[in-house]
């Protein structure tokens, strides 16, 4: 089954920018929905953004303007370009592939947004 690794987390300040990048150890099929996931200390994870195979993106109202999701097919990589970051846009970020109804998950990369 494909595996997904994610890149990119790191440490920034408030109003900084960040690039996260989810690596498939396999294509990337068109009719497979891409989307990043990400979830805070105490809370459950939520949807920050998904893309489908035509290019069609769809956001959470938290991030709308400010986030971009992306897709390289023939890298087999989706990418999240963050800008103007909150502190509260901290947790750990997922990528995640659905396809025919079935969820593969990545481990998670770590985004921290300090004041």
């Known amino acids: 089954q494909v595996q997904l690794v994610e890149s990119g987390g790191g440490l ?3 109003g900084g920018s960040l690039r996260l990048s989810c690596a498939a ?3 990337i099929l068109r009719v497979t929905i891409m989307g990043w996931y990400r979830q805070a200390p105490g809370k459950q994870r939520e949807l920050v953004a998904t893309i489908t195979g035509d290019g069609i993106a769809d956001y959470a109202d938290s991030v ?8 390289e097919n023939a890298k ?14 901290t947790g750990v970020y997922y990528c995640n592939a ?10 998670g990369t770590q985004v921290t947004v300090s004041s």
């Not at 709308?64 to 897709?71: A, D, Q, V």
């Not at 087999?76 to 846009?89: A, C, G, H, W």
């Not at 659905?98 to 481990?107: R, S």
Request: aromatic letters at 10%.
């Open 12 to 14: 920034v300040q408030a």
């Open 25 to 27: 150890s396999g294509p």
């Open 64 to 71: 709308k303007g400010r986030f971009t999701i992306s897709r």
């Open 76 to 89: 087999n990589t989706v990418y999240l370009q963050m800008i103007s970051l909150k502190p509260e846009d």
């Open 98 to 107: 659905e396809f025919l109804g079935n969820n593969t998950w990545g481990q």
